[in-house]
C-alpha cells in the first residue's frame, strides 16, 4: 500500500462510452501525475499536476481529459476511445522535486 | 525519443547471482530515481540518487551514476527469486515541472 488509491483497478469500456479514473492521495503530496504504460512501450507521462495547476499536457488526444479538483484527487475523463487506448493507467503523487514519486496500483484500461 | 534507456531489456540469471542493469539518459538531470513493478502493478521506488551524488546503497541494492557519461546502473546482489520484476530508471529533468520520465525498464527473472 504505497498512499495512493486508484479505481477502478480494472475497467472494459465500449467506444461509444463515457468514463472515468480516479486516483486519490492523501500524503499531502503537491504533484499528481498520469501516466499510461502500454505492452512493450516506455511509460508515458500524459499530464502533471502541480499545486492543482495543470503544468504538464504530452500532447494528449482531447478523448482524454485530466481534472484536479484539489489536491487530494485527480480524474481522468475518457470518451470515445479507440482499441489501442488499451493499457495500464497509472496514477502517481510527489510532494516536491527531488523526491520520488509514489505510484497506485494502476487501472487495467480496455477498450472493445 | 525517450530520456532513459535501460539495458538489457531482459534478464535471466540463477538464485544467488548479481544483477546488474544499466541506464543512459540524454539532457540534464536534477536526480536519478530506480523503480520496481510487479507484473501489471503500480511502481515502487528504490532509491533515488542526485546529480551531485556518485553510489548510494540500500540494502542488497548498490545504484551508480555518471553524470559525464549520462548513466546509472541499479546492482542487486545475492539475488533471489522474489525480485523478479522490471525494473526502471525514471529522471527529473532539470527544469523539468517535477515531471518524471521513464525508461522502457529491464525485465529481471530469477531461476531457483
Known amino acids: 500500500e504505497t498512499g495512493v488509491t486508484q479505481t477502478p483497478r480494472h475497467l472494459v469500456m465500449g467506444m461509444t462510452n463515457k468514463k472515468s479514473l480516479k486516483c486519490e492521495q492523501h500524503?499531502?503530496?503537491?504533484?499528481m501525475y498520469w501516466y499510461k504504460q502500454s505492452a512493450k512501450k516506455p511509460l508515458e507521462l500524459m499530464f502533471v499536476?502541480?499545486?492543482?495547476?495543470?503544468?504538464e499536457n504530452n500532447s494528449v488526444p482531447s478523448r482524454f481529459s485530466p481534472e484536479c479538483p484539489n489536491s487530494s484527487h485527480l480524474f481522468l475523463h475518457l470518451h470515445t476511445l479507440q482499441p489501442e487506448d488499451s493499457a495500464l493507467y497509472l496514477c502517481?503523487?510527489?510532494?516536491?522535486?527531488?523526491?520520488?514519486?509514489?505510484f497506485g496500483q494502476g487501472t487495467r484500461l480496455t477498450v472493445v | 525519443s525517450q530520456q532513459g534507456e535501460e539495458d538489457p531489456q531482459a534478464l535471466s540469471i540463477q538464485e544467488g547471482e548479481n544483477a546488474t542493469m544499466n541506464c543512459s539518459y540524454k539532457t540534464s538531470i536534477n536526480n536519478l530515481q530506480w523503480y520496481r513493478q510487479n507484473s501489471g502493478r503500480g511502481l515502487v521506488h528504490l532509491i533515488l540518487i542526485r546529480s551531485n551524488e556518485r553510489e548510494k546503497h540500500s540494502g542488497r541494492l548498490r545504484v551508480t551514476l555518471d553524470t559525464s557519461k549520462k548513466s546509472s546502473s541499479l546492482l542487486i546482489t545475492a539475488s533471489r527469486a522474489a525480485d523478479t520484476a522490471s525494473y526502471f530508471c525514471a529522471t527529473e529533468l532539470v527544469g523539468g515541472a517535477q515531471k518524471l520520465v521513464f525508461g522502457q525498464g529491464t525485465r529481471l527473472t530469477i531461476n531457483p
Open positions: 500524503l499531502g503530496h503537491n504533484a
Open positions: 499536476y502541480s499545486l492543482e495547476e495543470r503544468v
Open positions: 502517481a503523487s510527489s510532494q516536491a522535486p527531488g523526491v520520488w514519486a509514489f
